[in-house]
C-alpha cells in the first residue's frame, strides 16, 4: 500500500496493481490530523488573523507566513521546526497549510451519504430495511427498536412518536430500547454479528427459490463480507 500522506516520490504505474477507495476510520483521521477544529470562524476582523481553533488555525493547519509563528515571537529560518510556547504554531513554511489537516469532533453520530443514498443503500441492506424507513429515522419522525426485551415489539420496526408513547405507558419506559436519528442506526448495525449473519445468508441463498430473494440476498452478503474484510 502507498501511503500518500508520507514523503513524496515519484511512482511507476508498474508499482501497483489496483487501487482501493474507501472511508478513513475514526483512528486514522486523528493520526493524519494536527489538531481539533473547534470554532466555525475563520479570519479574526480586527487582526485579520485566523481565529485560534477555527477554519484557518495557524496552530492546526501551519503559518500564515514562510518560517513565522503567529504572534512574532520567532522569525526567520533558523528557527525551523521550532513550536512557538506563546501561540503553538509551529515555524515552517506556509505551503504546509495546503497538506495539513484537521479534524471536527462530533457531537453525535451522522450517516454517511455515500452509505445512505447510494443505490441500493449500504445501510439499508445492511439493516435490511427501506431507504424510507432509514431516512425517517435520520430524520427524526420516527423512533426504531433497538432492543424489544419481553414486549410484542419487533426489533427494527419504526415507531411514531404516538405508537412510541403507547408503548411507554403500555410496557413501561424501561422494557424496551427504541432511538431516534443515527444514534439509533449506528447501533443496530454495531450489534450484527457479522460471521454468523454472512453464514446465514450463504444457507439461505443455496436453498431459497424466491427469484426476489436470490437477487437481493447476494447484495447483502456482499456488504456483509465486504464490512468483514474492511476490519471496521
Known amino acids: ?9 515519484t511512482q511507476s504505474v508498474d508499482d501497483f496493481d489496483f487501487v482501493t477507495i474507501g472511508l478513513a476510520s475514526p483512528e486514522l483521521i486523528q493520526k493524519w490530523s494536527y489538531g481539533e477544529v473547534k470554532k ?4 479574526n476582523y480586527r487582526t485579520l488573523k485566523p ?12 503559518p500564515m507566513k514562510d518560517y513565522e509563528c503567529l504572534c512574532g515571537k520567532y522569525k526567520r529560518m533558523k528557527h525551523r521546526g521550532v513550536v512557538c510556547e506563546k501561540c503553538g504554531v509551529e515555524v515552517v513554511t506556509k505551503s504546509v497549510r495546503r497538506e495539513r489537516m484537521g479534524h471536527i469532533e462530533l457531537a453525535a453520530p451522522v450517516a454517511h451519504i455515500w452509505f445512505l443514498k447510494s443505490l441500493p443503500s449500504r445501510i439499508g441492506l445492511m439493516l ?10 435520520l430524520h ?3 423512533y426504531i ?9 419487533t426489533e427494527g420496526a419504526l415507531l411514531t412518536d404516538e405508537e412510541y408513547d403507547e408503548a411507554v405507558k403500555l410496557y413501561g419506559a424501561s422494557a424496551f430500547e427504541a432511538k431516534m436519528g443515527a ?7 454495531e450489534d450484527i454479528d457479522l460471521e454468523a449473519e454472512s453464514a446465514k445468508l450463504r444457507s439461505e441463498i443455496n436453498e431459497t427459490n424466491s427469484d426476489a430473494k436470490i437477487k437481493k440476498l447476494p447484495k447483502r452478503l456482499k456488504v456483509m463480507e465486504a464490512f468483514i474484510k474492511s476490519d471496521n
Do not use: H, W, Y
Open 40 to 43: 466555525p470562524e475563520t479570519i
Open 51 to 62: 481565529e485560534r481553533d477555527g477554519l484557518f488555525c495557524a496552530k492546526i493547519f501551519g
Open 145 to 153: 427498536v433497538l432492543d424489544a426485551g419481553l414486549t410484542d415489539l
Open 1 to 9: 500500500m502507498i501511503n500518500l500522506f508520507g514523503p513524496r516520490k
Open 128 to 137: 435490511d430495511i427501506t431507504l424510507r424507513e432509514i431516512e425517517r429515522v
Open 183 to 189: 444514534e439509533g442506526i449506528l447501533q443496530l448495525i
Open 140 to 142: 427524526f419522525d420516527s
